[in-house]
């Protein structure tokens, strides 16, 4: 979004930081090497992704006529190939911070499930950072959540797929964690901010 890098410049520009570069491409094609070869990785990420905003309906009621379950699920993937290359563009040691303006768990802790799924405790973990900002009024991240799809709530990929067992859609990824999975993974470390802290 052109208009919103130019924003970001303006406010950027304040810091007066000689480290700082903005950039406007598609962050999932975000290149991994310079011009000449060499690696192009970074200390910290921040991945703001694009979300159906269901969580900014209280400041802008505009955007509840436009919402529906499926937004979420449709934006999964876009929001999880965004996540992945910052993953991927990230130095050993370095942290990634993924955030949107939306409380459906398909949109935050089905994402962060996937990337810790994919990239496995070696390689990346979730950090509990609830030591940080005590006065922040904050929820835990969700452990569990269903999907809806098709008229009707589903609470397991195996549940969805036997239903539609010759046209399942990729949505395997949309579903929690399994019980085991879930010790590894510690989604109660996300952070969930409400819309209304009181």
């Known amino acids: 979004d052109l208009k919103r890098c130019h924003l970001l410049a303006s406010r950027a520009a304040k810091l007066n930081s ?3 570069v903005v950039t406007n491409h598609d962050a999932r094609l975000f290149p991994e090497t ?3 070869g060499s ?3 970074f200390d910290r990420v921040l991945a703001d992704v694009p979300c159906s905003g269901d969580g900014t309906i209280r400041k802008d009621p505009s955007v509840l006529p436009r919402w529906t379950p499926a937004v979420g699920t449709q934006l999964h993937h876009t929001q999880l190939e965004i996540a992945w290359r910052g993953v991927e563009l990230l130095k ?3 942290l990634m911070c993924y955030s949107t303006c939306s409380l459906n768990p398909i949109e935050n802790e089905a994402v962060v499930a996937a990337l810790l799924r994919t ?3 070696a390689c ?3 950090v509990d950072v609830s030591a940080e900002l005590p006065s922040l009024v904050r929820r835990p991240g969700l452990p569990t959540w269903r999907v809806w799809y098709h008229a009707a709530w589903h609470s397991s990929w195996d549940e969805l797929s036997g239903r539609f067992p ?3 859609p990729p949505f395997e990824s949309l579903f929690p964690p399994t019980a085991e999975e879930a010790r590894e993974m510690h989604l109660e470390r996300c ?3 409400p819309p209304n802290p009181n």
Do not use: W
Request: aromatic content about 4%; glycine content about 20%.
């Open 18 to 20: 000689p480290s700082l």
């Open 34 to 36: 310079l011009e000449g």
């Open 39 to 41: 690696a192009l990785r």
């Open 92 to 94: 050993g040691g370095g």
């Open 119 to 121: 990239f496995g405790p």
């Open 124 to 126: 990346l973990r979730l």
């Open 166 to 168: 010759r046209k399942c």
């Open 191 to 193: 952070i969930r901010l």
